[in-house]
């Protein structure tokens, strides 16, 4: 490289910095951001300065994953260098950050059922019939307006700022490195 092309050559590598931290970064940071909050789904706990995991829960299955829905609700905005997540699911704030207090509960109609046995039509070896529980609405009862305490543990999932996770400011630092890295190779 000639000493007059230089000027060119640095204007050149800064056009391209400039380009990935304002369109290449926030997908890149994005999508650390995903894998980290689905991780963390995976590891059943918090992965901050050091792992926390999760209070147990009474049933069997995965902490707060019954239905995935929670798991799915993310979503991300990316503009001019920068990226924005949040969840769609109304419960995930309550998760995340905790809560404890109290909760107004409307008045509401609860179902009552009854549970019997009925056969299937279908026969086993010794000839004895197989029957199915069906549950059949008998009535209903009137709950009436009240107040629920409620403790819901803080299981985090997501980071609140950039500061919460030494694991993902690493792994986007890292990443980060490297493309940087690559692009002055290839300048």
Excluded: C
């Excluded at 230089?6 to 590598?13: N, Q, Y």
């Excluded at 905005?77 to 997540?85: D, Q, Y």
């Excluded at 704030?93 to 109609?109: C, D, L, P, S, T």
């Amino acid at each position: 490289m000639q000493a007059e092309q230089f000027p060119a050559h640095i204007r050149a590598l800064a056009k391209d910095i400039e380009h990935y931290a304002l369109v290449e970064w926030p997908g890149m940071a994005g999508k650390k951001i995903l894998r980290f909050i689905d991780g963390n789904f995976r590891a059943q706990g918090w992965q901050g300065t050091t792992f926390q995991p999760w209070k147990e829960i009474s049933r069997k299955g995965t902490i707060l994953v019954k239905t995935g829905k929670l798991r799915r609700s993310f979503r991300q905005e990316i503009s001019n260098g920068a990226v924005r997540t949040w969840s769609t699911g109304p419960y995930a704030k309550v998760h995340n950050e905790g809560f404890k207090g109290e909760v107004n509960i409307r008045a509401y109609k609860r179902s009552l059922y009854v549970a019997s046995k009925i056969g299937t039509g279908r026969f086993t070896k010794t000839g004895k019939e197989r029957t199915k529980t069906v549950h059949t609405k008998t009535g209903e009862s009137m709950v009436k307006a009240h107040i629920r305490n409620v403790n819901m543990p803080k299981r985090q999932f997501m980071p609140m700022s950039y500061q919460d996770s030494i694991i993902l400011w690493n792994a986007i630092k890292r990443q980060t490195i490297k493309d940087l890295q690559r692009l002055a190779a290839a300048a």
